[in-house]
């Protein structure tokens, strides 16, 4: 593929930093990226609010700081928490944009991957409806495949990992139940993009 042919692909795919075939959302919470910072990571994340309650729009919610911390009694753990992903994959595998992908969004926390530290400075972060440890659905991996090799005509990117592998210890998402191996295949990149210990 030319370099022509490449960019001309780009750009029926994404408005700036905007994913066309995602429905966009602007969040509040997101801030510049470090100069000369290079968008070279994806980082795959779950979510569910609360945990293990899917459907909704809580998610949405919090992302947006819009959130009732009275919903629900398990909201109380995260009272103000302010957060937000680029990407939210729901179970049907409907997606949702709220951070532009060319700006930093609050997703890793404190995190280093391959010899980089603070990872919301060069990563984009995709959250799975799910729940760390639990299965995903096949239409979020449908979505999740085409989501990455967009992003990747758009941005260098070099890897893929977990939130769990970023912040080892202090996350555990996506967890055990992703299917790691079956991304790989679906993407057709290379081993050395990917996590060690994957399956």
């Known amino acids: 593929m030319t370099e022509r042919a490449a960019f001309s692909g780009a750009a029926t795919l994404w ?38 309650h899917y459907g909704g729009d809580a998610v949405q919610r919090l992302f947006m700081n819009c959130l009732d911390w009275e919903a629900h009694p398990w909201f109380a753990q995260i009272r103000g928490l302010e957060v937000s992903a680029h990407f939210y994959i729901r179970r049907d595998g409907q997606l949702w944009q709220f951070v532009d992908t060319d700006a930093r969004a609050w997703h890793a ?11 919301n400075d060069t990563s984009i972060g995709i959250e799975l409806e799910g729940l760390e440890g639990d299965r995903f659905e096949a239409m979020q991996y449908e979505t999740l495949a085409s989501l990455c090799a967009a992003i990747a005509q758009r941005h260098p990117i070099a890897s893929i990992a977990g939130h769990e592998h970023v912040a080892p210890g202090r996350k555990h998402d996506p967890g055990p139940g992703f299917d790691w191996p079956g991304l790989r295949a679906a993407l057709g990149w290379p081993a050395s993009a990917f996590p060690e210990r994957t399956g």
Not at 20 to 33: E, H, I, K, V
Not at 109 to 119: D, M, T
């Open 109 to 119: 926390g404190k995190s280093s991957w391959r010899g980089c530290e603070n990872c």
């Open 15 to 52: 408005r700036g930093g905007w994913y066309r075939f995602a429905r966009a959302l602007p969040s509040p919470n997101f801030g510049a990226r470090p100069a000369h910072a290079q968008v070279d990571s994806i980082i795959i994340h779950s979510i569910s609010l609360p945990p293990g």
